[in-house]
C-alpha cells in the first residue's frame, strides 16, 4: 500500500512539475502596469485561455500532492 502511494507521489510530483514548466511567465503584466496600459480584449477573455486552464491545474495537482503527501507521513 505504501509503495503504490510513494509512485502515485511521484507520478503527482512530476505532472505537477510539467504543468508549472508549460506556464508562461507573468513579466509581461508587471511591464505593462508600469507602462499605463488598460485591459483590452484579449485581457478580459483569460479565463479562458491555455494559460488559465494550466493555472486551475497547478492548484488541483498541488492540493492533490499536499494530501498524498501528509498521508504517506502519517503511515
Known amino acids: 500500500m505504501k509503495t503504490a502511494l510513494v509512485i502515485i507521489d511521484l507520478a503527482v ?3 505537477l512539475v510539467i504543468v508549472v514548466i508549460f506556464q508562461s511567465g507573468k513579466t509581461s503584466g508587471l ?3 508600469l507602462s499605463g496600459s488598460s485591459d483590452t480584449f484579449l485581457s478580459k477573455n483569460k479565463s479562458k485561455t491555455f494559460d488559465a ?3 486551475r ?4 495537482i498541488a492540493g492533490v500532492f499536499v494530501i498524498l503527501t501528509l498521508v504517506l507521513n502519517l503511515i
Open 53 to 55: 486552464r494550466l493555472a
Open 13 to 15: 510530483c512530476l505532472l
Open 57 to 60: 491545474a497547478t492548484k488541483w
Open 31 to 33: 511591464s505593462g502596469a
